[in-house]
Structures are given as C-alpha cells and as structure tokens.
C-alpha cells in the first residue's frame, strides 16, 4: 500500500449473517433527493420559459453559463461547425469514434428487426383484419452534459438508436459554460446524425424542448442525462412529453468465482466509483481469502488513480464486498440488487446468466469489462439504476418508437363483435356504446 493515508475500508457483508438482508437493503437505500429548493427552481424556470420563450431561455444560459449570446441565433452551432470538428480530431481520436458509432449503430439494427418495426396484421375467417402499425416519433431532444467532462459517448447512444428507429428530426443541447464548446462533443453529433445543436443547457433547456419557443422546436420526447436541475425539469414536463428515465447514481455488481485477476475486478469496480461519490460499487463472492485480495488490490492501486477523492469516498460509503455460501446464492443477490451494470466473472458465465432475471446489462466473463458496454462495444450504455432494473430496460430503438393498434371490421365480423360489445357496454351503463355496436348489426 502506498499511502494508508488513503486506504480504502469497504463494507464487508456475510449472507450467512440473521441481519444480512437488513445490511443490504441498508446498502442499496438510495432515494433520488427531490430536493425542495431545486423543484421550485426549476419550475419557475419552466414557467418563465414557458411564458417569455426565447427571450428567457437566452437570459437563462447567459445567468448560468456566462455565454455572451445576445441573440438566440448565437446558441445554434451550425451543421459546417459540426463537420469542422470532425475534421480536427487526431486521425486516431476520430477513428475510435467512428468504429465506436458504427458498432452502436450496427447493434440497434439489429434490435430495429428484432422488435417489429414493420408491425404485424391478421385477417380472421369474417374478413376482419386486426394488426398493429408501427411508427417513429417525429421528433426527440437530446440533452447532452457540458461543464465539467465531456460526453461524447452519451451523443452517440441516444442520437444513434434514435436515427436508427427513423426520428426525422434529433434536436441536441449541451450546455457551454463560459462559451467553451468540445469537438469531440460536436464530432460525435456529425457522426450520429444529429440535425440541430442548441448550447443551452439546465431547466431551460429542458423547458424549451418540451414546450418549444421561436427557435426551438417542440420535441415529443427528452432523453438524456443532466444534474439535479435536468432531472427535476424532466419529472415536471413529464406528460407533455416523454422522457426516457429519470436515472441515479452509476452502479456496478461484480459477482466472481475467485477465478478472475483481483488486480482487474478492483479496477472494475473503481470503473463506477469515479463517476462521483454517491455511485455504488458491490462485490459478491464465495471466496473470502479471494474478496481480501481484491480489497488489498484495491488500497494498492488507489493512489494511481487521478480521481481517487472520489472513488474513495464512493467506495467508504456505498461500496460492498459479500460473502455468499455458493454462486447459486450470489445470483439470487443479484436478483435483489437488480443492478444497472452486472459483470459476471467466473469461468462459466452464461451458466450463471440463465439463473439472471433483472439486469441492466449483463458482462459476461472475465475479459468483458464494463467499461467496453460504455464506449463501444455496440449495447446501449443507457441503462435503468436503482433496482428499476426489475421493471425496465435500457434505451434502445422501441424508446423511440409508438404503436397504434388497428382494426378494420368487416360486416360479418361487427355481427360478432357487436353481440359481445353491446352486452359489454350494457353491462357497463353506458348505453350509447351499446347503441354504436347495435346499429352496425343487422
């Protein structure tokens, strides 16, 4: 250990323990502040925008963002700025890029066909013809994170599956803090396809996407990332359109046999608690000598790490090695945690997989590192955290997509439908759907 200054003291948790269940939960408790002062603010931004349109949104992002703007045609980077960036990045930077959105690409193709873009119809014995019509939204927000990092990777899964499901229109917003815009940031935008870039950001953003101003056109639906402020704007113009989730901390679930480098599973689990302080990082094992060798792989690789403040504190405060009887038992645990990113290392992982039932993604085997789902390896890195992994999935193609249900009866078929329809509707007290379905019928 380089400096006990820094060493790490991660809660260790036994299932064979009576108050085992009690610990976890304990550990997994997360509620995503709702806090007051921010909820008012950004309804009031809301508000504002929502009243006073382009003008509050400029004064917004010149308050927030210390952009000298003084006019909304000032915020949009056009398209030639976009394929400029490109055009400046290292021959390598823009070659990972590429490979990257081609394999994210390639991957919601495939999850395109495999969902049933094209809809589906049937045709009864009466002539009856029932089915289901599939289309894409006409138009999606993509709010992007500015400021402190850069996201190229967040462009690329949510603009991408967009294009892919056939959104005619992606509108993006990244905030630009004091006027600094990120190439690869604007890269990424090109090489996805992305039609309209705005540097606006925060509540105002999200304010004008929902609603529309005279700039900014009206989106269906906002998917996207942001701080607390995003996340309190999404929640509020939830029903005037969509939103994709409203996501927590980053998580990681490392369940190994003690076949695995501990050198790599320790890195593993820094891979989530750099994000910041809150994101949770859980080892499961049934080895115990093994689970001490990570834990002193951890103190020892520490000091290497730029961002080790963080990833200190995250592990101290929501990280976790268990120890489990069998792999049998880390599956199940695995089922209560429902985790946004689950890694299974150990020899034989697919067997462990089938036992799987509530993931974000899953990252099977020992060379399957999360990072990879993060950049490039094609799955979308948009995932559900905080248990909601038990009742959702990540973003793909079907976000992007609406269903309309279609039935085109024939005469025979409103004699059927009819009878049973209008018995229904009687049933019911509501007389004027009965009399609908009584004067189709002879």
Known sequence: MKNNIMSVVIRQLDSADKDFQAKLMAVLAFEASEDEAIDRAAASIIADVRQRGDAAVLEYTQRFDHVAATSMTALEIPRAALQAALASLAPERRAALTEAADRVRSYHERQKQSCGSDGFAFTEADGTVLGQKV?????????????????????????????????????????????????????AAEIAGVDRVFTIGGAQAVAALAYGT??????????????????????????????????????????????????????????????DELAQSILVCPDAAYLARVADSVNRQLDDMPRKEVIRTSLTNRGAMIKV????????????????????????????????????????????SESLGDYCAGPN??????????????????????????????????????????????????????RSAEFRMK
């Open 135 to 187: 289309t894409p939204l006409d138009r999606v927000g993509i709010y992007v994170p500015g400021g402190k990092a850069a996201y190229p990777s967040s462009v690329l899964m949510n603009a991408i599956p967009a294009k892919v499901a056939g959104v005619a229109e992606v509108i993006m917003v990244v905030p630009t803090p004091d006027g600094v815009q990120n190439p690869l940031v604007l890269a």
């Open 214 to 275: 005279a700039t900014i056109p009206q989106v269906d639906k906002i998917v996207g990332p942001g701080n607390a402020y995003v996340a309190a704007a999404k929640r509020r113009v939830f029903g005037v359109v969509g939103i994709d989730m409203i996501a927590g901390p980053s998580e990681i679930l490392v369940l190994a046999d003690g076949s695995t480098d501990p050198d790599w599973v320790a890195m593993d689990l820094f891979s989530q608690a750099e994000h």
């Open 325 to 368: 009887r069998d792999m049998d038992e880390a599956c199940d645990i695995a089922n209560l945690i429902a985790a946004e990113h689950l890694e299974i290392s150990a020899a034989d992982p697919t067997h462990w997989a089938d036992k799987i039932r509530h993931a974000g993604a899953m990252f099977l085997g020992r060379y399957s």
């Open 381 to 434: 890195h948009v995932l559900p955290t905080s248990r909601t992994a038990r009742f959702s999935s990540p973003l793909g193609v079907y976000d992007f997509q609406k269903r309309s249900s279609i039935l085109h009866v024939s005469e025979a078929g409103a004699q059927t439908l009819g009878r049973i329809a209008a018995e229904l509707a009687y049933g019911e007290g509501l007389q004027a759907h009965a």
